[in-house]
């Protein structure tokens, strides 16, 4: 499934070259015909995670102080760990930001 | 018949004299518009007194007006002249108008933070007549502020900064009231002072002191207007407001300390700050007049290097949570007794990175002990683990700097240059404040560096005990 995964409020740092934007090709999981958010987590922290993956997941979620977003939409109304990802979805990682 | 039609004749009659008076008031209205004009600081209308509907006490509490009232018009019982002539822009939006402004002048508002996004919020609101400002902040202005909090001249550097940023608002606006709170919010003195506002704007630079305002304003039924900006990036959005979430509802639990970025250690772009606290004090004009639809349930996610702006949709207030749900046992009492600090594992303040202490003392020297080894010829190799672009800023020579992200797999490096360095030379590890320092020790000694030793509090105390020529950044 082609997923554009963008990262950001400092989260880019635990990615290769803290690139901010990833085109990215995610395989369901064996049986299943679509990728839940779940699943997207899991892979996005074994193939994209470089370091200190506790700075991305903590549990089966992401750790807090992460908002996820599904096209724009906080990922809590689409059905959290269970969203169905679509085709040509955008999913945002974004740490909260605490400067000023 | 001929009754209605003297009738008729008598409404025409009247009519005529009502539009000839209009014409008459219009004409009045025009030439003291004019006068108004060509006379900014003057009150023009000497003359005309008679002519001129008295002010019925509609001074909105500003203390301009209320020492002009007599001399302002209230053209419908609107708002005085000195007033129309300096917020005229505004009232000329037909989605703003009389009443927009009228409710800016009447609304208070707090700005937490006089920092880098507290300046253009204070600067905005005192620009644009709202009633009165409050400005909390316990810190002093210091010269690596300037850069960004713009509100700050040089000449207030070591002053208060709610003296030098409510010093700037009265210049530029000597008609609003400007109230100065110079204390750190707390939660023994939050409830006391929010308050006494209608709206809060979080101004802020920490964790710890996110969480307090916004589970203050849930207490005091306040929206919160809040905004961060770290590095290149800010966010913004509209929390406890028309069904939006608290910050509790969108992040129960805090983040872990690792996660908290400082401005203090990763730095800030000046304007990403300026964008976001215009930004805030937009909604919060947003918010006191009813204009506009507020960022509430969305946030606003800017992203300076790439230039750009994306509003996403936030969940709505958690029935569940423990501050604002409907089964919320959180009282005013429960506040002024919450330990942030001790919450969120951070400190209220964004100058003090908490410090590790990781190795026992025999892996340590302090800096002036390192300058005798120094002074005493000693061999050694000063190691600097600082990431480049801060050893670009200022280092000690001669050192070699090996960022500890990379020290793994620059080891051969280090060896290369201990090697060379002659018979037994120490290793002298050293960062800017202490901290990396210590991890880097730990590291080296597992990988056999067994007599490697790190600089007691870095090149911070480098500065202050030995060298205080040295840059302080
Ligand atoms: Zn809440």
């Excluded at chain 1, 554009?4 to 049986?31: A, I, M, Q, R």
């Excluded at chain 2, 010829?377 to 050893?391: A, N, Q, T, W, Y």
């Amino acid at each position: 499934m082609h997923l554009t995964l963008e990262f950001g409020g400092g989260l880019e740092l635990l990615l290769e070259n803290s690139t901010k934007v990833h085109k990215v090709e995610v395989p369901p999981k064996d049986g299943q015909a679509t990728v839940t958010m779940r699943g997207l987590l899991t892979w996005v922290k074994d193939s994209l995670i470089k370091e200190r993956p506790e700075m991305f997941v903590k549990g089966d979620s992401v750790r807090p102080g992460v908002l996820v977003l599904i096209n724009d939409c906080d990922w809590e109304l689409c059905g959290g760990l269970d969203a169905e990802l679509e085709e040509k979805d955008v999913v945002v990682f974004i740490s909260t930001l605490h400067g000023g | 018949m001929g009754g209605g039609g003297g009738r008729r004749e008598a409404i025409e009659r009247e009519l005529h004299k009502l539009r000839a008076e209009r014409e008459e008031l219009d004409g009045r209205i025009r030439l003291l518009e004019s006068q108004l004009e060509a006379e900014p600081a003057g009150v023009g209308g000497e003359g005309e007194g008679e002519g001129v509907v008295p002010v019925v006490g509609s001074c909105d509490g500003s203390v301009g007006c209320q020492s002009r009232g007599r001399n302002g018009f209230t053209p419908n019982g609107g708002l005085p002249a000195d007033m129309i002539y300096r917020y005229s822009r505004h009232l000329l939006l037909p989605d703003f108008g009389v009443e927009g402004q009228r409710k800016l002048s009447q609304s208070s508002i707090l700005v937490v933070g006089a920092g880098g996004l507290g300046s253009p919020v204070a600067l905005y609101l005192a620009a644009c007549g709202v009633g009165c400002l409050g400005i909390v902040d316990g810190d002093d202005v210091e010269l690596n502020n300037l850069h960004r909090q713009i509100i700050h001249k040089e000449s207030y550097v070591g002053q208060p900064k709610v003296k030098s940023a409510a010093d700037a608002c009265r210049e530029i606006n000597s008609s609003i009231k400007v109230v100065e709170h110079h204390h750190t919010l707390k939660p023994c003195n939050a409830l006391e002072i929010v308050q006494k506002y209608d709206i809060v704007v979080d101004a802020t630079d920490n964790l710890p002191t996110r969480y307090m305002i916004s589970d203050c304003c849930v207490l005091l039924k306040k929206p919160l207007v809040s905004g961060a900006a770290l590095g290149l990036e800010g966010q913004l959005t509209v929390y406890h407001h028309n069904g939006s979430p608290c910050y509790r509802c969108l992040f129960p639990s805090p983040p872990p300390v690792a996660a908290c970025q400082r401005c203090s250690d990763s730095g800030v772009l000046g304007v990403v700050p300026g964008v976001i606290g215009c930004l805030q004090a937009l909604e919060a004009i947003k918010v006191a007049t009813a204009v506009g639809e507020p960022l509430c349930g969305r946030m606003l996610l800017f992203d300076a290097l790439s230039a750009r702006i994306r509003i996403v949709k936030l969940r709505g207030s958690s029935p569940d949570c423990t501050i604002c749900g409907k089964n919320s046992a959180f009282t005013e009492q429960d506040f002024q007794k919450f330990d942030y600090e001790n919450f969120t594992q951070s400190p209220m303040s964004d100058k003090t990175a908490p410090s590790v202490n990781l190795l026992p003392e025999s892996a340590r020297i302090t800096c002036r002990d390192y300058k005798k080894m120094v002074d005493n010829g000693e061999p050694h190799i000063l190691l600097d683990v600082r990431p480049m672009h801060h050893f670009q800023i200022a280092s000690i020579s001669p050192s070699l700097n090996i960022p500890l992200s990379v020290l793994e797999e620059k080891l051969p490096t280090l060896e290369a240059s201990l090697k060379k360095a002659g018979a037994a030379p120490a290793l002298v590890v050293l960062c800017r404040r202490g901290n990396d320092s210590q991890r880097a020790v730990r590291f080296l000694r597992e990988k056999g560096f067994a007599s490697a030793k790190d600089i007691i509090g870095g090149l911070q105390a480098w500065g202050q005990d030995v060298d205080p020529d040295f840059p302080v950044y």
